[in-house]
């Protein structure tokens, strides 16, 4: 089956520092990469589609130079929450879709999340 | 837009029967379902593609009426393992998956 792996799983840091999140299909080749991000007993909200080799195309309301994204390759995608602060403190999980998927309706795969608490 | 999901909450007993709906203003391409227990990541259910179309997986089963844009969960003879927050992802022909708010899901033994 289709692994992705995304670390950290859990990240504690101080107000104003920038936080790297990982998220890496293992055994497949994802074109388009989502980031959702989750409060806790809520829904998980889309952030952005990140497609491989161009720019993420942001949701309404998400700041695009707070959270960074980069999908450099076929196989990575980085979330980068600058300048954090603690209202940013949330679960955050990506998903990829597999390289090859054009007809749509194929399911994702899921990270296993990452816990950002920001003092 | 998200799709809105119905129930909120259903608290059951083992061996009772529920039903999870899921609806949307937009002309949909697929309804996704996940479970996720509290800390974790999704676990995917089952994908409905064509209008009408219904899909098992052991005992949780559903539906997709695409002329109504309306998707239904069934779960039957409930487990211990059915607990958790069942999510509706309805895609549209943007392709972005939006999820619902969820229907958190107790079984009592």
């Known amino acids: 089956g289709a692994v992705v792996s995304q670390h950290p799983s859990r990240v504690i840091c101080k107000s104003g520092t920038s936080v790297k999140i990982e998220c890496r299909s293992l055994?497949?080749?994802?074109?388009?990469m989502f980031w959702y991000r989750q409060f806790p007993k809520q829904s998980l909200m889309l952030m952005a589609t990140s497609n491989e080799g161009s720019k993420a195309t942001y949701e309404q309301g998400v700041e695009k130079d707070k959270f960074l994204i980069n999908h450099a390759s076929l196989t990575l995608s980085t979330l980068t929450v600058t300048s954090a602060h603690p209202e940013d403190s949330s679960f955050y999980i990506c998903?990829?879709?597999?390289?090859?998927?054009?007809?749509?309706?194929?399911?994702?795969?899921f990270g296993s999340g990452t816990q950002l608490s920001v003092l | 837009q998200q799709p809105v999901q119905s129930p909120q909450a259903v608290i059951l007993r083992e061996g009772e029967d529920a039903v999870i709906n899921c609806s949307s203003s937009?002309?949909?391409?697929?309804v996704h379902w996940y479970r996720q227990k509290h800390g974790e990541a999704p676990v995917f259910l089952m994908i409905l593609l064509k209008g009408g179309e219904q899909k098992g997986h052991e005992k949780i089963s559903a539906s997709f009426n695409e002329k109504k844009q309306q998707s239904s969960l069934y779960l039957t003879a409930s487990q211990l393992s059915y607990s958790g927050t069942y999510f509706c992802?309805?895609?549209?022909?943007?392709?972005?998956?939006?999820f619902g708010k969820g229907t958190k899901l107790s079984v009592k033994p």
């Open positions: 937009k002309a949909l391409y697929s």
């Open positions: 998903s990829a879709r597999k390289a090859g998927d054009r007809l749509g309706g194929e399911k994702l795969f």
């Open positions: 055994d497949f080749q994802a074109t388009t």
């Open positions: 992802g309805t895609e549209s022909y943007s392709r972005n998956l939006i």
